[in-house]
Nanobody, 122 residues
């Protein structure tokens, strides 16, 4: 099995910053793309940012220039640095990873974290 555990959420004023972390643990052979998604109240889950194992990144238009995704492959960890936060960034943020592992023999599977709440006050 593989687990993704997020941390770093919380309450911040508009214009402030937060850094989310997500660590993958368990039976891991390799991790492909990792990413962050979010679900705001009353809305569908949406992509925030993704990063491949070679470091290529992709961002939602709404966060470009404010958020930065990065990863530490040695630690199986992905980060999301969020700056200039806006009230509309308020959501539960979910970590996602495509992992080869989990079982013996290993197989590819998409995993999700439990989510971490980010609240931005105006």
């Amino acid at each position: 099995q593989v687990q993704l555990v997020e941390s770093g959420g919380g309450l911040v004023q508009a214009g402030g910053s937060l850094r989310l972390s997500c660590k993958a643990s368990g039976i891991i052979v390799s991790i492909n793309t990792m990413g962050w998604f979010r679900r705001a109240p009353g809305k569908q889950r949406e992509l925030v940012a993704t990063i491949t194992n070679s470091g290529s990144t992709n961002y939602a238009d709404s966060v470009k220039g404010r958020f930065t995704i990065s990863r530490d492959n040695a630690k199986n960890t992905v980060y999301l640095q969020m700056n200039s936060l806006k009230p509309e960034d308020t959501a539960v943020y979910y970590c996602n990873a495509g992992v080869v592992g989990g079982t013996i023999p290993p197989r590819y599977e998409n995993y999700w974290g439990q989510g971490t709440q980010v609240t931005v006050s105006s």
